[in-house]
């Protein structure tokens, strides 16, 4: 018999839904793998940068974007949490409106110009200390945070010693902790160590996810045959990250870090002078995860190594956004699994681990 993992159905607490004719087919890919929820982020075209009201040519709310993502079958989750992409027309008042109706639970920091869809965000600086931020600690809103430093280029951008992550995460998240004492954050898709250990050391109101990529590649891997579908923001990093990475979703006990794939689908990724940013892991996130947590050392066929598993993908996550794990299950049965180049209305999708060295070597099935 092979081993098998029966877990409590899990949440992905950073994914792309995206907008238009493929909307469906993304939700679809993320029940598919046993996932009972989702944080849907906000980088959409418009952006979703209103909390209520119908759609503008300029800017979808929380609530249209919501209603878009429930008729395309998200409607089958027992959790969708939208956040606020936090732009230059972002009040006050919006925010203590949107927690007082319910509609809102988090916002989301883009670099202006970091990644995709970012050149609605605002730098750092101008919410550091601001109305806004105060805002999100009265009511208790989570702060999302891209931790990337913006505007910075070449060797200061990327190199063996210094990042664009690891300047974010050196100078701005504690000014960020020091001047909002109560402020709840998620430092999303963190890739080095440098963010690793500032999380772990960090109080239980820092929180951080993390995606299957970021456990398991490292850029050697992206280089290699220049895979481009590995390509995404914050890139991967090196080996001594990915070991900072795997320690801290790996240390027992741990509860501040959880499952966010940041799951990212590209039907075009190469562009004339350039790539878009983005992995796509829809289907078959889990299945990665247990790989990259027994790459890590884990033996998830003993009872520790399946809590800490369970921990990362299962609980943790719904415990910082204060909801209750999911009581359905699903299963991980030890069994190679294909995945395989999905067609899509507007192209071709490569999902990870598709080009790599290892294929999956586990299979998810659900009642
Ligand atoms: O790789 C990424 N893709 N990183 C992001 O921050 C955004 C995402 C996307 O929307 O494609
Ligand atoms: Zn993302």
């Not at 990475?245 to 870090?257: E, W």
Request: proline fraction near 6%.
């Amino acid at each position: 018999m092979s081993a098998s993992l029966n877990l409590p159905r899990w949440y992905d607490l950073h994914t792309h839904f995206r907008q238009g004719a493929n909307v469906a087919s993304y939700i679809a890919d993320h029940l598919a793998m046993g996932c009972a929820g989702a944080l849907a982020m906000p980088n959409t075209q418009p952006p979703v940068a209103l909390v209520n009201g119908p759609e503008t040519d300029t800017a979808w709310s929380i609530e249209s974007y919501r209603n878009i993502l429930l008729n395309a079958g998200a409607d089958a989750f027992d959790q969708l949490i939208i956040p606020l992409y936090l732009t230059k027309d972002t009040t006050p008042e919006m925010i203590d409106q949107g927690a007082e109706s319910g509609l809102l639970k988090a916002c989301k920091y883009y670099p202006p110009h970091g990644t995709t869809n970012s050149e609605h965000g605002v730098p750092m600086d101008y919410w550091i200390g601001g109305d806004v931020f105060r805002a999100l600690e009265v009511n208790h809103i989570v702060l999302c945070i891209h931790g990337e430093e913006h505007g910075l280029f070449g060797s200061d951008y990327f190199d063996e010693n210094q990042t664009a992550e690891s300047v974010f995460y050196s100078d701005r998240l504690p000014r960020i902790l020091d001047e909002h004492a109560e402020l709840r954050i998620v430092c999303e898709h963190i890739t080095t160590r440098v963010a690793a250990e500032f999380v772990s050391n960090a109080t239980e109101r820092v929180a951080a996810t993390i995606t299957p990529q970021h456990l398991l590649y490292t850029v050697g891997h992206l280089i290699q045959g220049l895979r481009y579908h590995l390509y995404c923001l914050p890139v991967v990093k090196f080996e001594q990250d990915l070991a900072a990475l795997r320690k801290a979703v790996t240390t027992p006990g741990q509860t501040q870090f959880f499952a966010g794939t940041d799951s990212a689908p590209h039907t075009t990724k190469a562009t004339e002078c350039g790539c878009a940013a983005g992995c796509y892991t829809g289907g078959c996130a889990p299945q990665l995860y247990a790989m990259a947590f027994e790459e890590a050392g884990v033996d998830l066929e003993s009872e520790d190594g399946k809590a800490l598993f369970e921990r990362f993908l299962c609980t943790n996550g719904p415990a910082f956004y204060g909801f209750s794990p999911s009581e359905k299950l699903f299963e991980l049965r030890r069994e190679p699994s294909q995945v395989e180049t999905l067609q899509r209305d507007e192209g071709p999708l490569v999902p990870l681990p598709v080009g790599m060295e290892r294929e999956l070597t586990w299979t998810l099935t659900q009642d």
